[in-house]
């Protein structure tokens, strides 16, 4: 993170708001030990070390030699990656958090933690401290002016634009420009990441959904094509995992869960990508003077006849039809640049070539055919904008409904919009769907969905906050050339 324009931190003025035992007259004589002997003893150990991290990260004034001392314990570096890391550390996600409630993260952290321990006087694990990270962000929110929205609403439409072109596309200068885009960074934990085209390599998506975590061990020998996992909230507790799987593992995948008992295809459901994902930002309709999206999904539904959506790039992107007719093998150089873009998006290109040992010209070749054969694709990425990130399944025998539902989505802050189906019914038109929203959206979508299924439109739904989520966790070496 860049020390310029950074705040200045005085931890005793955050640490006010702490628990009592946290109070020190002179937190530069506090030990990180010491500081980890006040946490409650429930709290396992390596977070009590990462926690008291970033104490002294803070206590530092997020100094440079803090930030480097915290990686050195930890094993990994702030990266989108790190969770790939052996003995990952799930505090990397406190940089983003820290960055958006400026320091009042730690504090208002230790209150939930006392809470949390307080009520059930057991130890507590990683998923229920991921839990808490998450709600404590609940109720921050940066704000953004005019010159900020431009930004996001051009990156959103093409991420490719570098500042220069930002420049000539909002008619502002290049300092300006770039002020603001390190601004939107460091509040919104804005990225440029980049995509990957899995459906032209011969590569499916699977959804597993259980409310049974223990019943997804089933399919333990697939982990290696396991690319995200994520735990959301609908009444109970329901856990989701999707896998990345070449097309005779697809079929190995499918007939061991068709061989299934009933009652354990009761407890956990299977869905396969029916159509082309449609992924991405929208930025249009956010008021600015309330800073909110000016949307309602009934009021929408109502006023307007919604077409099917079709975006020409995700169609070039992505194949409705799988496995496709000619497979695009990608050799084993290319295999290490590709994961280096998915896994370094802070790296300028220099130093992703001096990673890979090759000279930055060659790289830039191979990178520009990567792109111009429609393999990888640039995508925006805004970590910390909107405080609720759910999860959406819902059914339909209507294809219109969903139509409607996609292209009613396509309008909010952020979805990741997946159409599937059963193996088992075919008809039923199903989606699974990441949303980022703020309360007022959640509601309204909510509300829109029990009017369609009391309207006999939509069979049924489930919608629920994340409360943990890890994307992008496969090796794309394992996904391409790994047998079970």
Request: proline fraction near 4%; hydrophobic fraction near 35%.
């Amino acid at each position: 993170m860049s020390t310029k324009n950074k705040k200045t931190i005085k931890i005793s003025h955050l640490m006010i708001k702490a628990p009592e035992r946290y109070q020190e007259k002179d937190y530069s004589k506090l030990t990180l030990k010491q500081f980890e002997k006040l946490m409650p003893k429930e709290v396992p150990r390596i977070i009590k070390e990462d926690i008291a991290l970033y104490f002294n990260y803070l206590n530092n004034n997020r100094s440079k030699k803090s930030l480097k001392q915290w990686e050195t314990a930890s094993g990994c570096k702030e990266s989108p990656s790190s969770y790939k890391a052996e003995n990952y550390r799930p505090i990397f996600s406190f940089l983003d958090y820290d960055r958006i409630t400026e320091g009042l993260f730690l504090p208002l952290l230790l209150n939930k933690i006392d809470i949390a321990t307080g009520n059930h006087g057991e130890d507590m694990t990683i998923d229920e401290f991921n839990q808490l990270c998450r709600s404590t962000l609940i109720g921050f929110k940066p704000k953004i002016d005019s010159f900020d929205l431009k930004i996001l609403q051009a990156l959103s439409k093409d991420p490719s634009m570098v500042t220069q072109t930002l420049t000539n596309e909002i008619g502002h200068s290049y300092a300006a420009v770039y002020h603001h885009l390190q601004s939107l960074k460091g509040k919104m934990g804005l990225r440029i990441t980049t995509r990957v085209n899995w459906a032209k390599l011969g590569v499916q998506r699977i959804f597993l959904i259980s409310d049974e975590e223990k019943s997804l061990q089933t399919f333990k020998e697939f982990k290696p094509f396991l690319d995200g996992k994520s735990s959301f909230l609908w009444g109970g507790t329901y856990y989701l995992h999707y896998y990345l799987l070449r097309s005779e593992i697809r079929d190995t995948f499918i007939k061991k869960y068709l061989g299934l008992s009933e009652n354990q295809k009761q407890k956990m459901k299977l869905y396969e990508l029916s159509a082309a994902p449609i992924s991405g930002y929208n930025f249009d309709l956010y008021n600015l003077d309330e800073q909110k999206w000016d949307f309602d999904f009934a009021s929408t539904f109502l006023k307007s006849k919604v077409k099917k959506i079709v975006k020409e790039d995700i169609r070039e992107l992505f194949l409705d039809t799988f496995p496709p007719d000619t497979l695009y093998e990608l050799n084993e150089l290319e295999q290490k640049i590709v994961s280096e873009l998915v896994a370094s998006y802070a790296l300028a290109q220099k130093e992703i070539a001096s990673s890979l040992g090759i000279h930055p010209p060659n790289l830039s070749i191979i990178k520009s055919k990567l792109q111009k054969d429609a393999i990888v694709k640039p995508q925006l990425m805004v970590t910390t904008f909107l405080p609720l990130y759910c999860i959406l399944w819902c059914s339909s025998h209507e294809q219109k409904i969903i139509d409607t539902l996609i292209s009613l989505m396509d309008k909010i802050p952020y979805a990741n919009i997946s159409p599937v189906n059963s193996p088992k019914d075919k008809k039923t038109k199903q989606l699974i769907c990441i949303l980022l929203l703020d309360d007022v959206l959640y509601y309204s979508l909510v509300t829109f969905l029990m009017n369609l299924v009391k309207e006999n439109r939509l069979e049924d739904f489930r919608m629920g906050l994340i409360t943990d989520a890890y994307f992008s966790m496969s090796k794309i070496s394992d996904v391409l050339n790994k047998e079970i």
